[in-house]
């Protein structure tokens, strides 16, 4: 079993749906937690961090359940540009004080006139 | 040079040959990293670099090999090339190891036959 898991999807959406996408992690120990957004072919860029207060940018929304160890991501008003793979990342503690980032293998998201 | 970049954009190779990627940033960040990603695998990492001097190994290390000797560089290494090396390759870098934005370079595209 991964360590950090995500529904593949993809989700197809119509303009203006609000989408969610959620992802789980085993180590109850993970400290740091953050959502990438990758286009075809190109490389991941940081959508937003995720804190345990959760946190809100636009129209994106992310939260941190700790107890039930997920984070989700939130898209309100999907616009066609927000076609993408969305991947989770997650840190946990390793050996000599380093926090190891382990991806998600990412959610599909396809957004249609 | 800004953020970071990555050489060759892409290169054919054949089995048994000896291939060094390239990665250089230019943001003093103390942290790098080799991912490579693979359809429906998603990111994995290869080995890391929690600051000059160090490096660790990742999920997926075997048959590759890194070097740390300043902050600006850390080059992947196959000693051998084998077909199922055939990958996108990722170079990343953040301030710490794990906890913060990773900034990603454009990837090189490996195929090995």
């Known amino acids: 079993r991964k360590e950090v898991e995500q529904d593949p999807g993809p989700f197809n959406v119509p303009e203006g749906a609000t989408v969610a996408f959620n992802c789980t992690y085993s180590n109850s120990a993970s400290q740091s937690f953050f959502w990438y957004r990758q286009d075809c072919r190109k490389e991941p860029k940081l959508l937003m961090s995720?804190?345990?207060s959760g946190n809100e940018d636009g129209r994106f929304t992310a939260q941190l359940n700790r107890a039930s160890q997920y984070i989700s991501l939130l898209i309100r008003d999907s616009k066609l540009s927000d076609s993408a793979t969305y991947l989770c990342?997650?840190?946990?503690?390793?050996?000599?004080?380093?926090?190891?980032?382990?991806f998600g293998r990412g959610t599909s998201l396809i957004v249609h006139p | 040079i800004a953020g970071i970049t990555q050489a060759p954009t892409s290169q054919i190779l054949a089995a048994g040959r000896r291939m060094t990627l390239r990665c250089t940033q230019d943001m003093r960040h103390n942290a790098m990293y080799w991912y490579r990603q693979d359809l429906g695998l998603g990111l994995r990492l290869i080995h890391y670099s929690n600051t000059a001097g160090t490096t660790g190994k990742g999920e997926v290390p075997d048959g590759y090999s890194v070097s740390r000797a300043n902050t600006d560089d850390f080059p992947l290494t196959l000693a051998s090339a084998v077909p199922s090396q055939t990958s996108v390759y990722f170079c990343a870098s953040s301030d710490s190891m794990g906890t913060d934005t990773q900034y990603f370079g454009p990837g090189t595209r490996l195929t090995v036959l």
């Open positions: 990342v997650v840190s946990q503690a390793a050996s000599g004080g380093s926090y190891i980032p382990t």
């Open positions: 995720v804190y345990s």
